[in-house]
């Protein structure tokens, strides 16, 4: 199968899971998708981390690392990678362009490879996982991610390969960031932590605490589904 074959399924693929007839779900797209609508999940993780870690220089290494698998899963994507490689975004493709479904006539930048979306969310879920080592943050988060990845292909300004090399550079710079973050704690910090207890993870964060962010992202998806509901 030749990369033109490859790519002409991709914009099939884009095309049969791009939009609805339902006004609700256009809106409920478009707000997973912004940013700001997470911004309460960003700040329930940092309550985490300040809640289950007494060491200063070690809250300000796990959040130094968080920004770095931002800096380096998405911003390396929109500085370097969609300019040099230019692949246009479904909106903007001469082929199917006027083909794609969009809501409020969004459309994105000029090109789409990769998904930063995809890249950012994956980052931040897969590093969070892998510091508090719970299976429902790992659920969550995941699903989170794929949630927003999901949102990407419905609004037209994506492609399946463009989500699928977002997550596999996401989740390749949310393991190494971890394991640069093990290196520094371990040689740095000199950090030994090894609980074993039903109220802790191996990593020493509380469940009692993990639930918070179970919380808070339940409350922004009703407020989502709430927030479309009446917009529709």
């Not at 698998?69 to 909106?91: E, I, M, N, S, Y």
């Not at 988060?141 to 037209?156: F, H």
């Amino acid at each position: 199968m030749d990369m033109d074959t490859i790519i002409q399924m991709d914009k099939q693929l884009l095309l049969a899971i791009n939009g609805s007839d339902s006004l609700f779900v256009d809106y409920l797209a478009k707000t997973l998708t912004t940013a700001a609508t997470w911004i309460p999940l960003y700040v329930s993780l940092f309550y985490v981390v300040v809640k289950n870690n007494d060491n200063f220089r070690r809250i300000i290494c796990i959040l130094a690392c968080a920004g770095l698998c931002v800096l380096f899963a998405g911003t390396v994507d929109d500085l370097l990678v969609k300019p040099l490689v230019a692949r246009l975004r479904p909106t903007h493709d001469f082929q199917i362009g006027m083909l794609v479904d969009t809501v409020d006539g969004y459309r994105g930048g000029k090109y789409g490879f990769f998904s930063a979306h995809a890249a950012n969310t994956f980052s931040i879920a897969v590093f969070f996982s892998l510091l508090m080592r719970s299976r429902l943050v790992t659920l969550l988060l995941v699903g989170w991610s794929l949630t927003n990845c999901w949102t990407r292909l419905y609004l037209g300004v994506h492609y399946p390969l463009d989500i699928l090399c977002g997550l596999l550079w996401g989740g390749s710079v949310g393991t190494g960031i971890y394991f640069l973050y093990r290196y520094v704690d371990r040689r740095l910090l000199h950090s030994e932590n090894d609980y074993v207890s039903s109220k802790y993870t191996s990593s020493g964060y509380r469940y009692s605490d993990i639930y918070i962010v179970a919380l808070v992202l339940s409350l922004t998806l009703i407020y989502c589904i709430l927030r479309s509901l009446i917009l529709a």
